[in-house]
C-alpha cells in the first residue's frame, strides 16, 4: 500500500498535487533543487489547503498526512512507495532525475512522470526496471481538477496501472486509463487540437480573442462541462455530426507546425501570465485577481458537476 510519496520538481503543478495528495492521508516529501522554488511552493501549499478546504475536501478518518520540503533528493525519496517526477518537459531533464534516484531506490519503487505528454516508453529508456514506471497525468490546478490520466509505456507492469489507478480512487479522485502511449495522452491531444483551431481563427482575422474566448467558454465549454464529447454525438445526433463533418472537417485547420503568431510572440519574449503578456496583457495586481477569480469559479463549477450545490 502506497503511504509515502515524493515529488521531485515543484514548478506550478507541484504545490497543488502535494496538497491534494496529503489531504487523502498520505505523507509527502517534495523536492526541488531550486530554493526558491521551495519558498513558493511553502506559500501556494496554503493556498491550495484553502481551496481544499471550500471544495470540502476531508481528511480520511485515519487522519490528514503531511508535506515537508527539502532540497535534498537522497532525503526526499528515502522510504518513498511512489516517486512522482513532476520536471519540465524536456527527455534529457527527466532522464537526468531517473539516474540520479535509480540507486537510490528499491527496484520495486514505483516511478510515474506527470509528464503532459511526452510518451512513457521513451521516458522508460532511462531507467532500470521500467516495468515500475507509469504515466501519472495530472490537470492544472491539480488541487481542484479531479481527473488524473494513467499511461502504460511499453513495458510497465499491469499490477503498476492498477496501484496508481487504485490509489488515485482510494483518495476521491478520478483516474482515466489511457489504453495506448500516444504523445499528448488523451487530454492533451483533445485541447491542442481545439488550441490549434483557435489560433488559426485569430490569426487569419476571423474573429478577435477576446470574442473567441467567450465563445468557447459560454459555447462548447458551457456544454463540455456537462456532456462529455461522446455525449454530445448522441445528442446532437451521429446523422447530423455525419453531414456536418462531410463539408466542414475539409476546412478546418492541419497545420504540423508551430503558428507564426505563436512563434512572434514568444520570440519577443511574450509567454502570457507568467511574463505580464501574451495573448493579452497582465499587470501583476490583475493576475493576482484573475487566478483568485478563476480558482472560485472553478471551485463552483466542481461543486455543480457533483452536485452539491
Same mark, same amino acid.
Given at each position: 500500500?502506497?503511504?509515502?510519496?515524493?515529488?521531485?520538481?515543484?514548478? *506550478?503543478?507541484?504545490?497543488?498535487?502535494?496538497?491534494?495528495?496529503?489531504?487523502?492521508?498520505?505523507?509527502?516529501?517534495?523536492?526541488?533543487?531550486?530554493?526558491?522554488?521551495?519558498?513558493?511552493?511553502?506559500?501556494?501549499?496554503?493556498?491550495?489547503?484553502?481551496?481544499?478546504?471550500?471544495?470540502?475536501?476531508?481528511?480520511?478518518?485515519?487522519?490528514?498526512?503531511?508535506?515537508?520540503?527539502?532540497?535534498?533528493?537522497?532525503?526526499?525519496?528515502?522510504?518513498?512507495?511512489?516517486?512522482?517526477?513532476?520536471?519540465?518537459?524536456?527527455?534529457?531533464?527527466?532522464?537526468?532525475?531517473?539516474?540520479?534516484?535509480?540507486?537510490?531506490?528499491?527496484?520495486?519503487?514505483?516511478?510515474?512522470?506527470?509528464?503532459?505528454?511526452?510518451?512513457?516508453?521513451?521516458?522508460?529508456?532511462?531507467?532500470?526496471?521500467?516495468?515500475?514506471?507509469?504515466?501519472?497525468?495530472?490537470?492544472?490546478?491539480?488541487?481542484?481538477?479531479?481527473?488524473?490520466?494513467?499511461?502504460?509505456?511499453?513495458? *510497465?507492469?499491469?499490477?503498476?496501472?492498477?496501484?496508481?489507478?487504485?490509489?488515485?480512487?482510494?483518495?476521491?479522485?478520478?483516474?482515466?486509463?489511457?489504453?495506448?502511449?500516444?504523445?499528448?495522452?488523451?487530454?492533451?491531444?483533445?485541447?491542442?487540437?481545439?488550441?490549434?483551431?483557435?489560433?488559426?481563427?485569430?490569426?487569419?482575422?476571423?474573429?478577435?480573442?477576446?470574442?473567441?474566448?467567450?465563445?468557447?467558454?459560454?459555447?462548447?465549454?458551457?456544454?463540455?462541462?456537462?456532456?462529455?464529447?461522446?455525449?454530445?454525438?448522441?445528442?446532437?445526433?451521429?446523422?447530423?455530426?455525419?453531414?456536418?463533418?462531410?463539408?466542414?472537417?475539409?476546412?478546418?485547420?492541419?497545420?504540423?507546425?508551430?503558428?507564426?503568431?505563436?512563434?512572434?510572440?514568444?520570440?519577443?519574449?511574450?509567454?502570457?501570465?507568467?511574463?505580464?503578456?501574451?495573448?493579452?496583457?497582465?499587470?501583476?495586481?490583475?493576475?493576482?485577481?484573475?487566478?483568485?477569480?478563476?480558482?472560485?469559479?472553478?471551485?463552483?463549477?466542481?461543486?455543480?458537476?457533483?452536485?452539491?450545490?
Amino acid at each position: 500500500m502506497i503511504q509515502r510519496i515524493a515529488i521531485i520538481g515543484l514548478g *506550478t503543478m507541484g504545490p497543488g498535487m502535494a496538497a491534494r495528495l496529503a489531504r487523502g492521508g498520505l505523507h509527502v516529501t517534495a523536492y526541488d533543487v531550486a530554493p526558491a522554488a521551495i519558498e513558493r511552493a511553502r506559500s501556494m501549499l496554503g493556498v491550495a489547503e484553502t481551496v481544499l478546504d471550500s471544495l470540502g475536501v476531508a481528511a480520511p478518518s485515519a487522519g490528514a498526512g503531511s508535506v515537508r520540503f527539502t532540497d535534498d533528493i537522497g532525503d526526499a525519496v528515502a522510504g518513498a512507495d511512489l516517486v512522482i517526477e513532476n520536471v519540465p518537459e524536456n527527455i534529457s531533464i527527466k532522464a537526468e532525475v531517473y539516474r540520479a534516484i535509480d540507486g537510490l531506490i528499491p527496484s520495486d519503487t514505483i516511478v510515474a512522470s506527470d509528464t503532459s505528454g511526452i510518451p512513457i516508453t521513451k521516458l522508460q529508456a532511462h531507467i532500470s526496471h521500467p516495468e515500475r514506471m507509469v504515466g501519472m497525468h495530472w490537470s492544472n490546478p491539480p488541487h481542484i481538477i479531479p481527473m488524473i490520466e494513467v499511461i502504460a509505456g511499453e513495458k *510497465t507492469a499491469p499490477q503498476t496501472v492498477a496501484t496508481i489507478r487504485d490509489l488515485i480512487r482510494s483518495i476521491g479522485l478520478l483516474p482515466v486509463v489511457v489504453k495506448k502511449d500516444v504523445p499528448g495522452f488523451v487530454e492533451n491531444r483533445v485541447l491542442y487540437a481545439l488550441l490549434r483551431e483557435a489560433v488559426d481563427l485569430v490569426e487569419r482575422g476571423v474573429i478577435e480573442p477576446e470574442d473567441l474566448d467567450t465563445c468557447v467558454s459560454w459555447g462548447i465549454g458551457y456544454k463540455i462541462a456537462v456532456i462529455g464529447p461522446m455525449a454530445l454525438l448522441d445528442m446532437a445526433g451521429l446523422d447530423i455530426y455525419k453531414s456536418v463533418s462531410s463539408f466542414l472537417n475539409a476546412d478546418l485547420s492541419n497545420r504540423d507546425d508551430v503558428a507564426p503568431m505563436v512563434l512572434e510572440r514568444t520570440n519577443a519574449s511574450k509567454f502570457g501570465i507568467k511574463s505580464g503578456e501574451g495573448m493579452f496583457s497582465y499587470t501583476p495586481e490583475q493576475t493576482k485577481t484573475l487566478q483568485a477569480d478563476r480558482a472560485r469559479k472553478l471551485v463552483a463549477v466542481r461543486r455543480i458537476l457533483e452536485g452539491r450545490e
